[in-house]
């Protein structure tokens, strides 16, 4: 039997994703000298973390993706510009590098992979160094094949001392989802757009543990996991379960529109047909007593 694969939680800390990167490199490069490059305000060349003996560099990169302390969380989109710009930034240090790191929290994106290589490529017939990209899947692999990682992380960062406490995380993030107008108001207090966009966004958190900002559409919150990550079977099928009762939800709602027994009026719906009204609102209370319950069961206020 194949050993279990346990998905990490990134840290919402960015010195402490600093820290792991560092930490992570010296046990990849089999290398204790691994260095930080100065501090948050400091002037650091393009540089986070540096190599000096094997001329590797790395650049942690966050963007704006914000914590609920309204600060900046490592993380959130990159793009092939954002990659040229960092390499471009650290050829400008006084280091000599073989090869330089982006390291994030994002999630593998294959046009980067290639816009990596395609770089790399580029950058090697002007005798320049190479570039890769640590996406999170990356630092996920490297904490299940280091144990003395993955326990320091687990216990000093996350914080977390049991795998209920990694799906206690992944809970608490996804039900919040549910913390909106759409499981909340009558039916006909909704504005229909908004109702159906709520909805989708419901089913995205519960599949991928990502909150997103019904007004910017930018992720503000991830859990790094969905319901399909949680360990413990009755949590997971708890979730398996609401996952079940929105989508019955989003069916019912689009067959009273296509049937008419909703409409919008001014944007705004209109319950036709008083069975389906009742159902629609009694049946958004279970959904949202069901989530309350779950967070109760795994001890979340």
Not at 14 to 41: H, K, M, N, Y
Not at 234 to 258: F, H, M, P
């Amino acid at each position: 039997m194949p050993p279990l694969r346990l998905f990490f939680l990134p840290p919402q800390n960015w010195t402490d994703f600093e820290t792991l990167t560092a930490s992570t490199a010296q046990r990849v490069f089999s290398t204790p000298f691994v260095d930080t490059v100065g501090i948050a305000g400091q002037t650091q060349h393009g540089l986070d973390v540096h190599i000096p003996d094997l001329r590797i560099g790395i650049q942690c990169k966050r963007h704006l993706k914000l914590g609920a302390n309204g600060l900046p969380r490592p993380g959130g989109p990159l793009t092939p510009k954002t990659l040229r710009d960092a390499v471009e930034e650290a050829d400008k240090g006084p280091w000599r590098l073989k090869k330089f790191i982006l390291a994030t929290t994002a999630s593998a994106d294959v046009k980067l992979q290639v816009a990596a290589f395609q770089l790399s490529e580029e950058r090697a017939a002007l005798k320049l160094c190479g570039v890769t990209i640590w996406f999170w899947e990356q630092f996920v692999t490297h904490l299940n094949n280091y144990d003395e990682l993955a326990r320091h992380y687990y216990e000093n960062v996350l914080q977390i001392r049991s795998p209920d406490d990694q799906d206690r995380k992944i809970i608490d993030v996804v039900t919040r989802a549910f913390d909106r107008p759409a499981f909340q108001d009558p039916i006909n207090n909704e504005h229909g757009d908004d109702f159906k966009q709520a909805l989708e966004d419901t089913v995205h958190a519960l599949n991928t543990g990502e909150l997103i900002d019904r007004r910017s559409r930018h992720t503000f919150e991830s859990a790094h996991g969905g319901r399909s990550d949680v360990l413990r079977d009755g949590w997971r099928e708890a979730l398996d379960d609401l996952y079940d009762e929105v989508a019955l939800l989003r069916k019912t709602y689009a067959v009273a529109i296509k049937q008419g027994k909703i409409a919008s009026i001014s944007g705004y719906l209109r319950s036709r047909d008083p069975v389906t009204e009742q159902f629609m609102n009694e049946h958004r209370q279970a959904i949202r007593a069901a989530m309350r319950q779950l967070r109760d069961d795994a001890g979340l206020p």
